[in-house]
């Protein structure tokens, strides 16, 4: 079997697939269930079907390009990642999982390889949680992490719910139905950015993922008193705007000191009312984001920081409220999928990192159901959610050979 990535015609169908967006080039912007996110998915299907790949999609989005095994009761090999794209995104992000997963079927079919087990493009719907608030969201409905019942009450910005979104875009099946069978797939691979910088200071164009972060989210509702900038003296202030800068840094400090460099806490919205300049801020809402690849440690920062919470609404006079929005397990990624992708890298010369992902992926709520692994490509000084992301065309090559490999061995 002598396998060859068309590197040309890869390159050329991420560009394309860039030029579907709502931003401006080179920023990249695609809502789910917008019209560039549907544009986008109808794109997608004509070069599936181009392929020869059975497609369909469910309930909430997420899209199946099969191709039919010789074995076509078996369970399935499956591949791909997302293409939905937070605000003034880049190019790359799960665009590399899915058109390199394409491309790596494709290599297969051009090289007369025939699979025992189907082989499955699995795009997925909503992995950003630009619009829901919560990530991964086609994927915790297909491994039954999230129910239907909790998801179809999810609301956006603009106060509709998941259902309603979803059927205004054409998506009219049960979400109770987007579960997956019990063994519906064999083992699932993902290939993906890595989001990071580790892999290009080592100059070394792939990494096989050992273990996934643990994700964890809240929504921080402070409530102090408002008032004239010029007439409320200091002592009597009950600002929720130094409150919430206070919890920020408590936040960073819990992170710093959990004793691991994989422990990390983010404070990424911070909303103020009524945000003027001689006005004291009577109300903050923001998110919190803490992940650790060890669940314990992860847990231990969130009481650190509920810690702090309290002493500074006590200190402050202010209430601060706290809402979980999701807490994830760290997932571990199966043996039989990390040797299959040790051994393609070896096959073909390519020298490769273990390591650990610290951004999640839908592979980690896959992995709930499936074996699965995933494969890092290096991207240009780790920048990832930027216009600026970038990964050279070579690396995005080696990445769609070693996944093409690995689907070989796993679906023999």
Not at 43 to 60: F, H, K, T
Not at 80 to 99: E, M, Q, R, T
Not at 152 to 175: C, M, P, T, Y
Not at 349 to 359: H, I, K, N, T
């Amino acid at each position: 079997m002598k396998l060859e990535i068309d590197q040309q015609r890869l390159v050329s169908e991420i560009e394309r697939l860039a030029a579907i967006s709502d931003a401006e080039p080179p920023a990249v912007t695609r809502i789910v269930f917008t019209p560039a996110d549907l544009k986008a998915h109808a794109w997608m299907i004509d070069r599936c079907e181009e392929s020869g790949l059975a497609v369909r999609q469910d309930a909430v989005g997420n899209m199946f390009a099969r191709w039919i095994g010789a074995d076509a009761a078996a369970p399935a090999v499956g591949t791909g990642s997302h293409i939905d794209a937070i605000p003034n995104a880049g190019k790359y992000d799960g665009v590399v999982g899915v058109l390199g997963g394409l491309e790596a079927i494709r290599a297969l079919q051009r090289s007369g390889f025939r699979p025992k087990n189907s082989i499955e493009l699995l795009l997925f719907a909503t992995e950003e949680p630009t619009r829901f608030g919560i990530g991964c969201l086609g994927s915790r409905l297909l491994s039954g992490t999230l129910s239907a019942e909790a998801a179809a009450g999810l609301k956006d910005h603009d106060g509709e719910s998941l259902d309603e979104v979803r059927r205004d875009a054409g998506f009219d099946g049960n979400l109770q139905d987007v579960k997956l069978p019990a063994g519906y797939y064999k083992a699932f691979v993902e290939l993906h950015i890595e989001q990071g910088p580790l892999l290009e200071r080592a100059q070394i164009s792939l990494g096989v993922v050992k273990s996934i972060a643990a994700p964890a989210s809240l929504r921080i509702a402070i409530e102090g008193a408002g008032g004239h900038a010029g007439g409320v003296l200091m002592p009597d202030r009950k600002d929720a705007l130094c409150a919430a800068a206070e919890l920020i840094l408590a936040a960073e400090n819990a992170a710093r000191s959990s004793g691991a460099v994989d422990t990390v806490a983010t404070v990424g919205v911070c909303e103020v009312f009524p945000g003027a300049v001689n006005s004291i801020p009577g109300r903050v809402r923001m998110t919190l984001d803490i992940r650790d690849t060890d669940l314990a440690r992860r847990d231990g920062v969130m009481q650190t920081i509920e810690r702090a919470s309290q002493n500074t609404a006590a200190k402050r006079h202010v209430s601060i409220q706290s809402e979980l929005v999701n807490a994830d397990a760290p997932a571990y990624c199966a043996p039989e999928v990390r040797a299959a992708l040790a051994d393609s890298c070896r096959h073909h010369g390519f020298p490769f990192l273990e390591m650990v992902s610290r951004a999640y992926h839908d592979s980690l709520f896959i992995s709930r159901i499936a074996p699965t692994g995933m494969l890092f490509i290096p991207c240009r000084n780790g920048y990832s959610h930027r216009p600026d992301e970038y990964a050279a065309p070579e690396d995005i090559a080696h990445g769609a050979l070693v996944l093409a490999e690995t689907l070989a061995k796993l679906s023999a």
